[in-house]
């Protein structure tokens, strides 16, 4: 004979089981989101420009059918002197283009802006979500005019 201590335990126990069952079952429908990117995903292109002395900005255009959401921008590069953060939610909607703007604090008037930055952009479309590494090819230019714009006796290049 069981003693109603413990069948309270066992009933407890059944019920428990036979959710958790039910709520995972219910979960097995539902899409999985894609796995973080390691690059923008086609139809989506990064660029980097420089708005004033003290400003970057990463210009993000979107040629594809969907909105895609850029919520942080990192920025690498020699004469930045650290690692750059531009932090706002911006969405960049189907066939357009926006900018997130990235402020610059100091800059390494001796470093070399002949090396090709790097950048983060941590970003979200459609049920996939991730961070793309990427490299600016072309992006020298943006870092070469703020430096020359802050450094005007700078040696830097």
Known sequence: MIRPRYALRASFAVVAV???AVLLAGCNGLPAPAPSATALPEGIRATLVATDQNELAMTISNTTDEP????RVRLRAPA????LVGS???EVP????RQVRVPVAHLDCQAATTSVPTATVQFAWGAASGVAAITLNGAQGAVQTLVSAQCPSSAAG
């Open 94 to 97: 189907a066939h357009a283009t």
């Open 68 to 71: 895609v959401d850029v919520s």
């Open 88 to 90: 706002t939610i911006t």
């Open 80 to 83: 930045l002197g650290s690692i």
């Open 18 to 20: 036979a959710a958790a």
